[in-house]
């Protein structure tokens, strides 16, 4: 079974700085998805950013982008010139590749905090 | 185009109760899922379904019932309420045969078991 890990449960950052968050994932399959979503207080879940796994390019949305690292597992989420409105809870998933396997691994979260 | 919607917002029931949380979705897709949110846990997936008539169970079934006789509605059922399952409650939907498309969320159901 696949399992997604976010070691890092909260992280703070200073308006307009960088902040990376950190996933790894587990997996023996090679097609696959991974996303970021957000959470804000008000529990809506907000899609952030997809990657796909055959893609070598890492995605990127606006201040948003990932570091894809497949053969490590990893997946972080680098947030640029982070804003008050970025602070929430932030989510790593993983989805496999198979048609109709659109269950989604969710790691445990990260909190982040935006510093005024 | 309402999306995702989830009804109640919020629930309190006692040790025992049964309800129902009601999921309904107006963009046509195939899929649809329930999961429970906890603190420190993340989203684990509770039942699924990949159209009407089809439903299979996720990661923490137990407890819980759901029946897709729509395309547009996925109610998940409590059938004797137990303090365990106080959490938030997600339905989400995706299009058919998605391979990009993420999966929309509603907004959730808090529910306290007393």
């Known amino acids: 079974a696949q399992t997604v890990t976010q070691s890092q449960p909260e992280m703070s950052v200073q308006e307009a700085e960088t902040v990376t968050l950190s996933c790894t994932y587990d997996?023996?399959?090679?097609?696959?998805?991974l996303f970021w979503y957000k959470q804000p207080p008000s529990r809506q879940m907000i899609l952030v950013i997809r990657?796909?796994?055959?893609?070598?390019q890492n995605a990127t949305e606006n201040r948003f982008s990932v570091n894809f690292q497949k053969a490590a597992k990893s997946f972080s989420l680098k947030i640029s010139d982070s804003q008050l409105g970025d602070a929430a809870m932030y989510f790593c998933?993983?989805?496999?590749?198979?048609?109709?396997?659109?269950?989604?691994?969710f790691g445990k979260g990260t909190k982040l905090t935006v510093n005024p | 185009n309402a999306g995702v919607t989830q009804t109640p917002k919020f629930q309190v029931l006692k040790t025992g109760q049964s309800m129902t949380l009601q999921c309904a979705q107006d963009?046509?897709?195939?899929?649809m899922s329930w999961y429970r949110q906890d603190p420190g846990m993340g989203l684990r997936l509770i039942h699924y379904?990949?159209?009407?008539?089809?439903?299979d169970q996720g990661e923490v079934p137990n407890g819980y019932n759901v029946s897709r006789s729509t395309t547009e509605d996925f109610p998940l059922r409590l059938l004797s309420a137990a303090p365990s399952q106080t959490s938030v409650y997600f339905c989400?939907?995706?299009?058919?045969?998605?391979?990009?498309?993420?999966?929309?969320f509603g907004p959730g159901t808090r529910l306290t078991v007393t």
């Open positions: 989400a939907s995706s299009p058919p045969r998605s391979r990009t498309y993420e999966q929309y």
């Open positions: 997996t023996s399959e090679s097609d696959y998805y």
């Open positions: 990657q796909e796994a055959y893609k070598q």
């Open positions: 998933a993983y989805r496999s590749g198979g048609g109709g396997s659109e269950k989604l691994v």
């Open positions: 963009m046509n897709h195939e899929y």
């Open positions: 379904s990949v159209g009407a008539g089809i439903t």
